[in-house]
C-alpha cells in the first residue's frame, strides 16, 4: 500500500519508518526544509531506540521517501496521515493551523478517492473542520472527489516510540466510513496478527480518547505529587505508599511516582487543550485544572528544596545538574522541567553546570543561556555546592559518590526523581532531600 505522512516530528518519522518496515511504500513530508535535506542524506533529528536500523533498512529498499511538498506524492497514495504538531495557543487550546493547512493542500489536489487521518492530537471536532476545508477546496475547483476523514490518534511514547507503534496496547480508529475503515484494516493488518486490539469508534469519540488517555496519566501524577508533600509533613516515605497502592490491580502501579513534575511535547498541552474545549463547551473541568496546576508547582520543587538546603539562598552557589531531556530515553526537553529549574536557578544568581546523554544540543537552543554544558557527571560536580538530578537516566542511578563528594565543595543532593537510597548517599557524608521521602 502507497501511504503518505506529513509531518516528521517524533510522530511522524516513526509511523512512517514502522509502516515501511511493515512492507508499506511510504513518503514522509514535512515543510522543514532543513530537515527534509538531512533526512534524504540519511541524517535522523531525533533520537529513538531501534529508529536508525529501521531507517536505513527501508530508506535503502526505497519503501521510505521524503520530500517538502505533499503533491510530490498525493497521485500515489491511498492514505495520508497528518501528523504535524498542533502547539497550544496563548489561551491553552490547541493550535489546528497546521493540520487544516494540510487538509486544504489535500482538497486542492486530490485526483481520487484518498482518505485524510488524523494522527495528531487535535481537540474533539477537528475532523469537522478538517472536512469543511476540504469540501471548500473541491468547491472552489468545481470538483466531486470521494474523501473521507478519519481519526488514528497517536499513543507511543518517546522514549520506546518504535517498540509502542509496532506493539501497540490498542489502536484507535474513528471513522464513520465502511471504505475508511476497510482501508485502515488493511494497512494495520501486518500488526493485527500480533492480536493487538483494534477499537473502531465515531470521530469525536477518537479525539477525545487521547486527551482523556494523557489528561488521566497526568493526574495520577500530579496526584502523588500531593500524596508527597503530605508525606513530608508526616514523615511518611512516598515511595513505601506508592507501592502499597499500586500493588493494587484496581489501580496499577504505572504513573504512580512522585517527582519534579510531568513535562514534554504532550502531557501540558493535552491537559490544557483538554481544560478549554470543556470551557468553549461551557463546562468547568475542575480536577484537570488542578493537574496542571499541581504540576506548574512541581517543576519549581527542586529549586525550591535547594535554596531551602543551602541556607535560604542560591546567590553564588554552583548547582551541578543532572538530566535535562524531559524524560529518559529522548532528546526531547519541550516543557522540561530542567528548563524551569535552571530558569530559577540562573535568575536568582546560581552557577549552574549541566549534563545529559542526549538531550544537551536540544536544551543549548532552547534554554541553555548562562548554562555551563559538561560531557560527564563528574564535570558538572566540580567546586559544586549541590547537586540536582532532574531525569532519571539510567547511567546516572550508580553514581561514584566518593568521588563525587571528593570534587564537590558542598555536600547537598536533591533527588527530584526519588532515585537515590538516602542512607547509602548519607554515608559519604551528604545531605539528601528527595520528594516525599518523610
Ligand atoms: N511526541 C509524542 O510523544 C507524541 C505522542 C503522541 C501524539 N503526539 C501528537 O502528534 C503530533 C505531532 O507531534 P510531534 O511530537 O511529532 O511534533 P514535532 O513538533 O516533533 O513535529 C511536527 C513536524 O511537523 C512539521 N510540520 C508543521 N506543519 C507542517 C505542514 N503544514 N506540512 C508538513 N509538515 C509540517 C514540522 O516541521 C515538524 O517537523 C502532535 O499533535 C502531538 O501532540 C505526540
Redesign the pocket.
Known sequence: MNIAV????????VSGTCFSELGANVCC????KE?VSKLKAGEIP?YEEGLQEMFENNTKAGRLTFTTD?RDCLDDVEIVFI?????PNEDGS?DVS?VL??AR?FGANIKRYTLLVT????PIGTAGKVKDVIMEELEKRGEEIPFDVASN??????GS?TRDFMKPERVVIGTDSERAKALLTSLYRPMLLNKFRVFFMDIPSAEMT?YVANSMLATRISFMNEVAALCEKTGADINHVRQGVGSDSRIGDKFLYAGCGYG???FP??VRALTRTADENGLKMKVIEAVSEVNEAQKGIVYEKLKAALGGSVKGKTIAVWGLSFKPGTD?IREAPSCTVIRLLVENGAKVRATDPIAMDNFRKVCGKGVKLCNTLLETVEDADAVALITEWKQYRMVPWEEVRRKMKGNVIVDGRNVYDPDEIMTYGFFYYGIGRG
Not at 513530508?29 to 522543514?32: A, E, L, P, Q
Not at 490518534?153 to 518517546?158: A, S, T
Open positions: 506529513v509531518g516528521t516530528g517524533y510522530v511522524g518519522l513530508i514535512d515543510v522543514d530537515k531525533i505533499l501528523a504535524v504538531g498542533t502547539p490547541a497546521h493547512d494540510v493542500t494522527k495528531s492530537t487535535v490518534p497517536e499513543f507511543l511514547m518517546e516510540a487521547k514534554g511535547s504532550c498541552k493535552d526531547d
